[in-house]
């Protein structure tokens, strides 16, 4: 069973930046799309930024200039480098992992982690 493990959440002032990072249980699975999605409370999951195969990203409108995905070349690890953080980007973070197998493909998710920006 593969487990996404989540790190890197913490508090911050507005302005600052957090890294989060994102890695795979198993290094035997590369992972083919990594997503970022946030949910904050009372509000409904939301895509932050996925890539995929390496070259092909996506960021929601909210963050684009000041977030940046990333992800290791083995594609078992991937990051979320927030700048420029604002209140509005309090949230729980979750990262999830899309990998095909010969038995199909799969999304797992991490557990979630806490970013919190005070103003």
């Known amino acids: 069973q593969v487990q996404v493990v989540e790190s890197g959440g913490g508090l911050v002032q507005a302005g600052g930046s957090l890294r989060l990072s994102c890695a795979v249980s198993?290094?035997?699975?590369?992972?083919?799309?990594w997503s970022w999605y946030r949910q904050a409370p009372g509000k409904q999951r939301e895509l932050v930024a996925s890539i995929a195969g390496g070259a092909t990203i996506n960021y929601a409108e909210p963050v684009k200039g000041r977030f940046t995905v990333s992800r290791d070349d083995g594609a078992t690890a991937a990051y979320l480098q927030m700048n420029s953080l604002r209140s509005e980007d309090t949230a729980v973070y979750y990262c999830?992992?899309?990998?095909?197998?010969?038995?199909?493909?799969?999304?797992?998710w991490g557990q979630g982690t806490q970013v919190t920006v005070s103003s």
């Open positions: 198993d290094n035997a699975f590369r992972v083919n799309i």
């Open positions: 999830s992992a899309f990998i095909i197998t010969t038995s199909g493909g799969r999304t797992y």
